[in-house]
């Protein structure tokens, strides 16, 4: 398929579960979308490797289960398991809630099947963690978003299952504090930590007050609130996530604290972090997923904040996210939204970044629509890069033309 | 300097700390040798962000003390520590003890600055956990040997010190077992096991009888012995470490254990386990890093043993290796070892690894040494790709010449 399109040169748009957030999916008339919904094959779990072998058509969640069913943990979890396909998810290097235990996809894959631009099947199908045999091919063509080969099969590393997990919802007095708390949780859970995600103030408001189902675990007066998660062991003598919580609590860096005490009450805090539809009641949403330095970041949001505001009065900002990872999801309402106010607002959020050293994308890629503020995050000598690339593999530019950069536009 | 050989079209050679194994840093007379080792600044550690950022020249035995100063880890360490660049290390993407818990280089790096062979400087200088703006570009580098650029500059990930450790040596009845103590340990210590170093009884011999230094904690006819590291923080209410490996003694699959009471029973495990220049006293050494899957290297191991003792009565051969991440280290003494030899034995251990998908490099690298060997672990499209980027890179061939592979040899 790709041979027959390279050699007429037409341009190929690759389509997995269509869980995208930056319309690098979306497919032109002149374009042939090639999807890989049938290529769904579990191809093996091996227990002593540690690895799944499958297809890149493959489902997250149907991959999940047939891990679980074998003992074992595929560690990378998102929202969209239920339709988000593992190519996909390396084409654009997924990440989640539990990336500050597991890493993204890319710390999760071992080895791939791509075919590049000309048809090539390029197998590079490695199983072990350890292989300095030459370039790590693999990484060209994670997080790439399909510009420089379509994945067609995956190795994804394994882990043993934690025996358990405890949740806790504490609240922080101010965001230093929650830089001290989340050093001091990561400390103490010595590689246990799964979660660490953070809610402004608005944020909870929103998901804990009716319509919302919710009901709030703690008072709605608190600054920051930080959704803690860490692994522990059948063994409860000791418990290193309560002591050093209720540590903190003594001391003031945590203000107030709610414990989960069963799989039920774990569940439902998860599901008031993840109910992010409910800010939809307000008004139409723009979303941003960006990427700080933690020492940053409660300036940053408070300044887009005051921005906002000031320009436009009734708009309304919440911030929430990984902290864990540096990855804040901002989402706005601003009144009578059009093309010539969102252009407004992604200027007055993305701008700021550039000096920060910040990432216009900390998780869902570029696409279409990040394109003009790839900029702010990479230099001209690092697009350039990204451009000799894409030159050297895909010479015609048919792979997902006009996604991430431009191809023509050398020297910028 | 590069943007002048460049433009000269004369070769350059990157030095760091001159730890490599094989032979990548050997200069020929009419190349230039660019040593970073004057480039050797900690600039920050960042506490907050949990960074380091250093010049690529920089020790790494000094970023790990700058980094243990400031109350954190710096998790890669090997044994080179005290010469070993942070640049060089990059480059080679090293590995070491403790890959089981915290990766090789690649897993810790967040971003870099290289130089371009015509000297471009590209500032990757990236902080973040997640980026996924654009290609993440550093990859390129990690493991290519300096024949894409020459690192510079380093943003190294750092990690919160466990609170102490636990070291035991197990010995073990068969390689079954030894796969299955592997899946018990790391499911009981969650994300806290830091090594799993195998010695087969060769070298356990080897290494516990005099002139070597070391008592064996063990007696010495097992067939297999385990070195297993853990973390461990100060409460020892619960201990999962001894409370696992002391079931897999009541049910057979350790048949016989020495925990280490004190850091110094510790040390002296791991002096032993590192004594490798003991076999030495046998003869000159070959030495191999390979990496194989779990479930095929008992047999491997097996099968190069009477392969060499057919070819050679009197030969020898030791195993040992980081067996957590299926990297296995192969000593081999032949009597009169010449270059003929030394290319027999070469195609007797690396030969097999083909059928197997196995790595005739784990973690040094190809370099000179291993180059007429590469193509047993990659197939003749992937040399093709990474001749393609070094072509887009380095179009005239300056760098590191005639490392990792030959760029005339096209169409391999």
């Given at each position: 398929?790709?041979?027959?399109?390279?050699?007429a040169?037409?341009?190929v748009i690759?389509?997995?579960?269509?869980?995208?957030?930056?319309?690098?999916?979306?497919?032109?008339?002149?374009?042939?979308?090639?999807?890989?919904?049938r290529?769904?094959?579990?191809?093996?779990?091996?227990?002593?490797?540690?690895?799944?072998?499958?297809?890149?058509?493959?489902?997250?969640?149907?991959?999940?289960?047939?891990?679980?069913?074998?003992?074992?943990?595929?560690?990378?979890?998102?929202?969209?398991?239920g339709?988000?396909?593992l190519?996909?998810?390396?084409?654009?290097?997924?990440?989640?809630?539990?990336?500050i235990?597991?890493?993204?996809m890319?710390?999760?894959?071992?080895?791939?099947?791509v075919?590049?631009a000309?048809?090539?099947?390029?197998?590079?199908?490695?199983?072990?963690?350890?292989?300095?045999?030459?370039?790590?091919?693999?990484?060209?063509?994670?997080?790439?978003?399909?510009?420089?080969?379509?994945?067609t099969?995956?190795?994804?590393?394994l882990?043993e299952?934690?025996?358990?997990?405890?949740?806790a919802?504490?609240?922080?007095?101010?965001?230093?504090?929650v830089?001290?708390?989340?050093?001091?949780?990561?400390?103490?859970?010595?590689?246990?930590?799964?979660?660490?995600?953070?809610?402004?103030?608005?944020?909870?408001?929103?998901?804990?007050?009716?319509p919302?189902?919710?009901?709030?675990?703690?008072?709605?007066?608190?600054?920051?609130?930080?959704?803690?998660?860490?692994?522990?062991?059948?063994?409860?003598?000791?418990?290193?996530?309560?002591?050093?919580?209720?540590?903190?609590?003594?001391?003031?860096?945590?203000?107030?604290?709610?414990?989960?005490?069963?799989?039920?009450?774990?569940?439902?805090l998860?599901?008031?972090?993840?109910?992010?539809?409910?800010?939809?009641?307000?008004g139409?949403?723009v979303?941003?997923?960006?990427?700080?330095?933690?020492?940053?970041?409660?300036?940053?949001?408070?300044?887009?904040?005051?921005?906002?505001a000031e320009?436009?009065?009734?708009?309304?900002?919440?911030?929430f996210?990984?902290?864990?990872?540096g990855?804040?999801?901002?989402?706005?309402?601003?009144?009578?939204?059009d093309?010539?106010?969102r252009?407004?607002?992604?200027?007055?959020?993305?701008?700021p970044?550039r000096?920060?050293?910040?990432?216009?994308?900390?998780?869902?890629?570029?696409?279409?629509e990040?394109?003009?503020?790839?900029?702010v995050?990479?230099?001209?000598?690092?697009?350039?890069?990204?451009?000799?690339?894409?030159?050297?593999l895909?010479?015609?530019?048919?792979?997902?033309?006009?996604r991430?950069?431009?191809?023509?536009?050398r020297?910028v």
């Amino acid at each position: 398929m790709l041979a027959a399109c390279h050699a007429a040169g037409v341009s190929v748009i690759a389509h997995g579960g269509l869980t995208g957030l930056v319309h690098g999916t979306d497919a032109r008339a002149h374009e042939v979308i090639l999807s890989l919904e049938r290529m769904q094959r579990i191809e093996a779990v091996d227990t002593t490797q540690r690895v799944l072998v499958a297809e890149a058509g493959a489902i997250l969640e149907q991959a999940q289960d047939a891990v679980a069913a074998a003992g074992l943990l595929l560690p990378v979890d998102i929202g969209a398991r239920g339709s988000a396909t593992l190519g996909g998810m390396v084409a654009t290097n997924a990440g989640g809630n539990r990336v500050i235990r597991y890493g993204m996809m890319r710390d999760n894959l071992r080895g791939l099947e791509v075919v590049l631009a000309d048809g090539t099947v390029l197998d590079s199908m490695n199983t072990l963690v350890k292989n300095n045999s030459g370039y790590d091919l693999k990484h060209l063509f994670i997080g790439s978003e399909g510009t420089l080969g379509i994945v067609t099969r995956v190795v994804l590393h394994l882990c043993e299952r934690p025996a358990g997990r405890r949740v806790a919802l504490v609240a922080v007095p101010d965001f230093a504090a929650v830089c001290t708390v989340l050093r001091q949780i990561d400390h103490a859970m010595d590689g246990r930590l799964l979660a660490f995600e953070v809610m402004w103030q608005d944020f909870y408001h929103a998901v804990t007050t009716p319509p919302a189902l919710a009901r709030a675990p703690l008072p709605q007066h608190y600054p920051f609130y930080v959704l803690v998660e860490a692994s522990v062991g059948d063994d409860r003598r000791a418990d290193p996530f309560e002591d050093t919580l209720g540590a903190a609590l003594d001391t003031g860096i945590v203000v107030d604290a709610a414990f989960c005490k069963n799989e039920r009450e774990c569940a439902a805090l998860w599901a008031l972090r993840d109910d992010v539809a409910q800010l939809r009641r307000f008004g139409p949403l723009v979303a941003y997923d960006i990427s700080l330095r933690l020492a940053d970041t409660g300036h940053f949001v408070e300044t887009v904040r005051s921005m906002i505001a000031e320009r436009w009065p009734g708009a309304r900002l919440w911030a929430f996210g990984h902290l864990g990872d540096g990855n804040v999801h901002l989402a706005v309402n601003v009144p009578d939204l059009d093309a010539q106010r969102r252009a407004e607002l992604d200027a007055l959020v993305y701008a700021p970044l550039r000096a920060l050293r910040s990432a216009v994308s900390a998780e869902h890629g570029i696409g279409i629509e990040k394109k003009p503020w790839l900029g702010v995050s990479r230099s001209p000598a690092e697009v350039n890069v990204m451009r000799s690339l894409k030159q050297a593999l895909d010479p015609k530019g048919v792979l997902n033309p006009g996604r991430v950069f431009d191809i023509e536009q050398r020297g910028v």
